[in-house]
Each structure stands twice: as C-alpha cells, then as structure tokens.
C-alpha cells in the first residue's frame, strides 16, 4: 500500500463487513487477529451499524500461521451456531489469513451438515479492490445464497437493493423513498437491503412486484433476483427536481403503476416554485463551479442536479475505483490521493461537497457542506433530512443560494 496523507480507500473486506453486518438474525465470524476485527469494529460503528453480538473474531497465533491450521476457525463456527442459532453466518477471511490461503470456503462446505445455520463464506481478505468490489459481492452472495426462487408474489410491495450504510444519511434517503412511494404510488418496501433488513426478508425478495436499485454494485444481485422469479428492476434516485420527475416516470414504467394524482399536482407545483431559484442562479451572468466528492452514486446524482438543473461546471470525485460502473459521467472520474488534495488546494469561490477530510482541504472563501463519509466530528441520527426527492433538493439549495449570495457581495464589494 503506498503512502496516505489521510485515510486509504477502505479495501474489499471493509465494504463485505458492512454490507452482511445490518442483517438481523444474522452473524459475522472473521478469521483473522483480534486486532484487526477490533478496527472494523470501530469504522463500522461510525457507519451507524450495530454491532451487538453479531461481530465474532477467532484471533489467531503463530501456530494457525505457519502450520496453516484453521481449527479454530472451525470450533468457531460451531460454537456461534450452537449457543446463538443464527439463521445465517458470515465467514470472512481477514488479510492476514487471506497471505496464508486458508481455504474457508472448504471449510464452510465441510461443515454445513453440521450446523443449522447457513454459512456464506467471503475469502477475499482485503487484496481484490476496494469497498465498491466488496459491497457489490456482499449483496450478490446474499441474494445468490438465500434469496428462494419464485415467491408467491405480494403486491403492492416494492425492494430497495444497494441501501449500504457507507451511504452518509442513508436513513433519510431511504426513508425519502419509501415516503415518495407511500404517497405516488401506495407502495410499501418488502426488503430493504442491507439496510434495516432481516435473513426472511431476503429470503423472499423474490416476492415484491419490482425493485429499485441504489447504486451500480447493487446491479448484479438485482438481476439475481429477476432470474430467480423476482419483478424487473430500475436503477437510479431521485435528485434534484426535474430529476424526482424523471425518477417517479421512470418508477411508473417499470412498475405499470400510475402515479397518484393529487401527489403528482404538488409535485408540479413545488418544481414550479423551485424553477424561481433555478432562473436566479442561471441569469447571474457569473459562471458558477461546484466539486463533489463521495461513492459514484452521490457525486453523479448530486453533480448532475447542480450541472444539468442549475448550470454549475462541476468536478465529481469518485471515492473509489470505477472497476465493473458503467455509464458514468466523463467529469466523474477517481483521484489519487496527491491529484485530489491538488485539486482541493486550489479552489476558490466553489461550492464543495464531501466528506469531512474533503472539506478540511478546501481553502476558506468555499462553502461547504457534509454530504459523505467519514464525518470526523459527527454521528448522524436524524432520519430527515434525505439528499433524494424534493425534500432533498430543498436541503442542498440551501448550500446553493449561500453559495451564490456570497459570489454576489463579493461582486458588489469589488
């Protein structure tokens, strides 16, 4: 691993553990040293995961090591299924034992007669790419593992697939979401996944009419599920306001439903009041730059509601590698860490969106606001105040208009 001035990309490892960690009735064993379990322990826990017998670690000495012996891996798994009884256990390998090549996923197979839990075994140990990688492995192990195949169908019951928690106030959006489907049209979501979900609920994902994808990692387990008898799938989410439009449009067309009227009449009028805002930063006769920073999904989303809605020249920082995304705007692309902080140093009278280490970089004179992680100095708990919807658009035009009052009286001052 080269050099880093502040935090590395978090590895493939980190993005499994919290994607299988929300899932209730479940538990992760890591096979690795306590040391290392006790670090993702604390990072998940500022995700706003729970980690509450859920999270078990074997350690491991110089013997497991040079003898390459994983019986206390073994005596592990059976005992978390003996005195717990999860519905499903989470065997990740750690970095070091991934450098040892310990077969865990042999040994799963050897011990799943043994045991009443169903073991899904994730040996990637930190070293096949970063969190993205992870996190699009972790839903497609879970819905290739649990999810049965053709479920008697429940209608009027909708997924939410790629709902991580690495997704800063993924609460509020998710909550967002299920409000605007609630109300356009009285829909309510069967599984939520990973967020808040349970091992039935994914069991019989197969059984909502459609799903919504949150991100491209989610992508692979929501065609898992259309291939084992579940409803079609769309991705994408609803920002800015034009794009809650196109969004709620689309949601129609996947799922044959009409939105409901009188939801729909104040919408238009709410993206009516919106378009006064809009006219007002676009005749400013000023050109007006924006950087955002955060997982793809974000700073695409986020980027083109401040470039395609409000005409900002935007730079998008991706927080991870671009491996297996598609489709992603040429003015998002990732940063090495030296490139970034380049970046960052060197803007002025922008408007910057990211994490908190993000926003330490950028020069006074910016306006800044938190919209990824890590959030240093901060634990989320409100559960509305969502970037997705309306609401959401709302929210960030706060930023937006001081952003823009601020270039105007310095203009005036000049």
Not at 39 to 51: K, N, P
């Amino acid at each position: 691993m080269s050099l880093c001035r502040y935090f590395p990309v978090p590895s493939d490892r980190m993005g499994i553990l919290w994607t299988v960690l929300p899932v209730k009735d479940c538990v992760v064993i890591e096979y690795g040293p306590a040391g290392t379990t006790h670090y993702g322990t604390e990072t998940v826990g500022d995700l706003g995961i729970s980690v509450n017998k859920n999270l078990f670690c074997t350690h491991v000495d110089e013997n497991d090591i040079i003898m390459g012996d994983i019986s206390r891996l073994e005596k592990a798994i059976l005992e978390v299924d003996a005195m717990y009884g999860p519905k499903c256990i989470f065997v990740i390998g750690s970095s070091l034992t991934a450098v040892i090549a310990a077969d865990i996923a042999g040994l799963c197979r050897m011990l799943s007669p043994r045991v009443n839990s169903r073991l899904i075994a994730f040996e990637h140990g930190g070293f096949r790419g970063d969190y993205s990688l992870g996190i699009r492995d972790g839903l497609t192990a879970m819905v290739e593992n649990i999810t049965a195949s053709g479920s008697a169908r429940a209608g009027g019951t909708f997924n939410l697939i790629g709902a991580c928690y690495d997704g800063y106030r993924i609460g509020s959006d998710v909550s967002a979401i299920c409000r605007m489907m609630r109300d356009c049209f009285h829909m309510e979501p069967g599984c939520i996944l990973p967020y808040e979900t349970t091992y039935d609920k994914i069991k019989s994902c197969t059984a909502a009419e459609f799903s919504i994808v949150m991100r491209q990692e989610a992508i692979p387990a929501a065609k898992l599920i259309r291939e084992k008898g579940g409803g079609p799938w769309m991705y994408g989410l609803p920002y800015g306001y034009q794009g809650t439009l196109n969004w709620i449009k689309a949601v129609a067309g996947v799922s044959g439903r009409k939105p409901d009227g009188a939801y729909m009449a104040g919408l238009y009028e709410r993206i009516g009041g919106a378009g006064v805002k809009e006219k007002q930063l676009r005749f400013a006769m000023m050109k007006h730059r924006a950087v955002v920073e955060g997982p793809e999904t974000l700073v695409s989303g986020l980027g083109g509601f401040l470039k395609e809605e409000l005409g900002f020249e935007v730079a998008g920082i991706a927080g991870h590698s671009l491996r297996n995304h598609e489709n992603v705007p040429d003015w998002v692309r990732f940063y090495e860490e030296k490139e970034k902080l380049e970046l960052l140093k060197n803007a002025g009278d922008q408007l910057i969106l990211g994490s908190d280490v993000t926003l330490a970089q950028a020069p006074a004179g910016n306006v800044k606001l938190r919209v990824a992680h890590p959030a240093l100095d901060f634990i989320g708990v409100a559960n509305h105040l969502p970037f997705v919807g309306l609401d959401g658009a709302d929210f960030l035009m706060e930023s937006i208009l001081s952003y823009h009052n601020e270039r105007v009286l310095t203009l005036m001052m000049q």
